[in-house]
């Protein structure tokens, strides 16, 4: 069965070859969370689109496969991809503040449900098949 070309395909192999292509993508930081929150807004692949759907902002560890949900610096469950709650052992730098500028290149955002992660992209497309 051959791939649709729909808006949202288009949009998630955009954004899959843009990461590759730069460096500065290569590391999570707000600017890139908030980067991507653009490029799959209305796709299913941000919280407000795929919340109903039983999906939770997390992250995943490429290098360990450890997985944790989103979280504020207090420990609370964040609604959104949130940078300051995840693990001490995650984080390259702060601001003056305190706040997680910048983690491992190694983490990626993406969502939980059901036990199991789920990039940006496969978000979408479960989003766009109403699963």
Known sequence: MASRRTPQTIAH????RRRRADPELAALCRRKLRRENAVFR???GVSEDNRS???RPAYLNTATGETV?????NGAIAPVHILDGLPEDWVVARDRR??????LASIL???VRG???YTREAAARVACRGD
């Open 115 to 117: 036990g199991r992660f």
């Open 13 to 16: 192999r955009n954004i899959a």
């Open 53 to 55: 759907l039983g999906f």
């Open 109 to 111: 955002a993406g969502f």
């Open 69 to 73: 949900v989103s979280r504020f610096a």
């Open 98 to 103: 305190g706040n997680v500028r910048q983690v």
């Open 42 to 44: 209305g796709t299913g």
